[in-house]
């Protein structure tokens, strides 16, 4: 069974830097896409970025574009989300999810309903 864990969250200043990580183990498939997503309290989940691990391709919301940076290290089952210039509204839990069998690499798409594994994840705060 895939599993997940996430982390690098913490507490950080607005305009600061985090780096978050998701490693994973337990591969049952050749595709996949990983996506980070985020939950502030009294909101729904929303995703953040995106990325279909063999093509490298890549999405992000709105929100964040320019902001954060997904990237991928296939060697070692691990995608990054590097978050720059942070807000205060970028205070959440972040949580990894993954696709097992996407073969659609040309595509990466941040809706909930298309990820089948989850990982705890990790509280980001920006705050002064």
């Known amino acids: 069974q895939l599993q997940l864990v996430e982390s690098g969250g913490g507490l950080v200043q607005p305009g600061g830097s985090l780096r978050l990580s998701c490693t994973a183990s337990?591969?049952?498939?050749?595709?996949?896409?990983i996506g980070w997503f985020r939950q502030a309290p009294g909101k729904e989940r929303e995703g953040v970025s995106c990325?279909?691990?063999?093509?490298?391709?890549?999405n992000y919301a709105d929100s964040v574009k320019g902001r954060f940076t997904i990237s991928r290290d296939n060697a070692n089952s691990t995608v990054h989300l590097q978050m720059n210039s942070l807000k205060p509204e970028d205070t959440a839990v972040y949580y990894c999810?993954?696709?097992?069998?996407?073969?659609?690499?040309?595509?990466?798409?941040?809706?909930?309903?298309?990820?089948?594994?989850w990982g705890q994840g990790t509280q980001v705060t920006v705050s002064s």
């Open positions: 999810a993954v696709r097992s069998g996407w073969r659609i690499q040309s595509m990466c798409i941040m809706a909930r309903s298309l990820f089948d594994s």
């Open positions: 990325i279909s691990t063999n093509s490298g391709r890549t």
């Open positions: 337990g591969f049952t498939s050749d595709y996949y896409m």
